[in-house]
């Protein structure tokens, strides 16, 4: 009963420039697969136009029609139906038989360079991170006084491979060409103890712990620095759930404003809260919003019928919807910071691409960054990736001002970028 891995993962190529691309998953099902696909597809810098899901508890059917964003051109199609295979089980076996034994943890190396600074360079140098599919864990950047920056990422490899000379060699030669000849000094070498003594995020204040990491839709949202944007959003952030159409299942609908990682939001929310999709639609976007159908059950096979358990999951769905991830600007003195935190799901990993989109984000608003880095934060309810960007008030963008603000936090949370010009 089990399946070729090589017939596990299909990727049909569109046919016409601007065509979405099929990926069609058929395979034994395991909790939380749809997810764990989706958060690949994001890795990669795909779009998901549209998506059918459905699965019987032993057997899935999946096809996700993607599009690359234009700030993500460069795709390792051959490496990414790799990941998706590594991800399905190879049997019916393995679903009856729990889950394989986890893997050995990759390896963390430090990429430490030294040079000018530039703008956009932070960003530069992630982008080239990204299209070698080296994961970036932990950032550490500072810029001194004489305009150099010292930047420190600590990477893993997505194909284990960086170990080899020829995986180092092409990522100095690509790196190189980015840095040019403002690179002063460039090594990349095995993490040591200086890794574990990052892990940790610098102290935050009550009052920026409280709006980060909240988890309710309270009358503390007008707190919010977009409350315009968050109020538009919210009108549209609609999830209803009914019981009355199928003997089995709860049919959640959801209607909502698009974003970057919609669906690896929702799907993330499902599977820690031991939510199973039995039956799934995502209609295509439609002058910027999103029709999704699920038919869902509880992880005991049965419908959601406690009210008060709907309205826990409806309030975490439209959370999810309205934030996708918690940006708060402040200011550090006479300095401004900003604060991007997005919770880590039940497994320990956090959502893909977070860095690379705030660094974008900020490059394309023309935003200097003075300093960077990325921490874990444990809330009593939750564990938390936290970035935290000193921002430079020298490069010319007003970020004192009302409107700047909200043109960077909606930036950031990705409510900008989800435009047809925005994908090849």
């Not at 209607?255 to 809260?273: E, I, N, Q, S």
């Not at 893909?352 to 300093?371: D, E, M």
């Not at 936290?386 to 010319?396: H, I, P, T």
Request: hydrophobic residues 40%; negative net charge; aromatic residues 10%.
């Amino acid at each position: 009963m089990g399946v070729p891995t090589d017939d596990a993962v299909l990727i049909q190529k569109g046919k016409n420039a601007g065509d979405p691309h099929v990926i069609t998953v058929n395979c034994p099902d395991k909790h939380g697969l749809g997810f764990d696909i989706c958060h690949i597809i994001l890795d990669f810098g795909l779009y998901i136009t549209k998506g059918d899901v459905s699965t019987d508890g032993i057997w899935c059917y999946m096809v996700f029609w993607v599009v690359p964003y234009l700030s993500s051109p460069f795709v390792r199609w051959p490496s990414l139906k790799n990941r998706l295979q590594f991800l399905c089980p190879c049997s019916v076996t393995f679903y009856l038989n729990g889950r394989p034994s986890n893997s050995a943890a990759s390896q963390v190396y430090l990429l430490q360079f030294f040079c000018l600074d530039r703008k956009g360079l932070l960003h530069d140098v992630t982008q080239v991170l990204s299209e070698f599919e080296l994961s970036i864990q932990k950032v550490k950047v500072t810029t001194t006084p004489d305009g150099r920056v010292l930047d420190l990422f600590f990477i893993t490899d997505n194909m284990e491979l960086l170990h080899t000379r020829e995986r180092q060699d092409d990522t100095y030669k690509q790196l190189n060409a980015v840095l040019g000849e403002s690179c002063i000094s460039c090594e990349l070498k095995l993490a040591g103890p200086e890794y574990e003594c990052c892990q940790g995020i610098s102290s935050l204040s009550l009052a920026i712990t409280e709006e980060l990491f909240r988890f309710d839709l309270s009358d503390k949202e007008i707190r919010s620095q977009a409350l315009i944007q968050d109020m538009v959003r919210l009108k549209k952030a609609n999830v209803v759930v009914d019981n009355s159409l199928s003997p089995a299942h709860t049919l959640c609908q959801i209607l909502c404003v698009d974003h970057k990682g919609l669906f690896y939001d929702l799907l993330r929310t499902l599977k820690d809260c031991n939510i199973m999709i039995a039956y799934g639609l995502f209609s295509i976007n439609s002058n910027g919003y999103r029709d999704l159908d699920l038919f869902i059950q509880q992880n005991n096979g049965k419908k959601i019928l406690d009210p008060d358990k709907q309205d826990g999951l409806c309030s975490r769905l439209r959370m999810e919807m309205l934030h996708p991830l918690r940006v708060i600007i402040s200011n550090r003195g006479p300095d401004t910071e900003l604060l991007v935190a997005n919770p880590v799901e039940l497994s320990g990993k956090g959502r893909p691409r977070v860095f690379y989109n705030v660094t974008l984000a900020l490059k394309s608003l023309g935003i200097c960054i003075f300093s960077a880095d990325i921490g874990r934060y444990s809330s009593s309810e939750h564990e938390w990736e936290v970035y935290r960007f000193l921002l430079d008030e020298k490069c010319g963008f007003k970020l004192a001002s009302t409107v700047a603000r909200n043109q960077i936090v909606d930036g950031v949370e990705g409510y900008s970028w989800v435009g047809k010009e925005q994908f090849l």
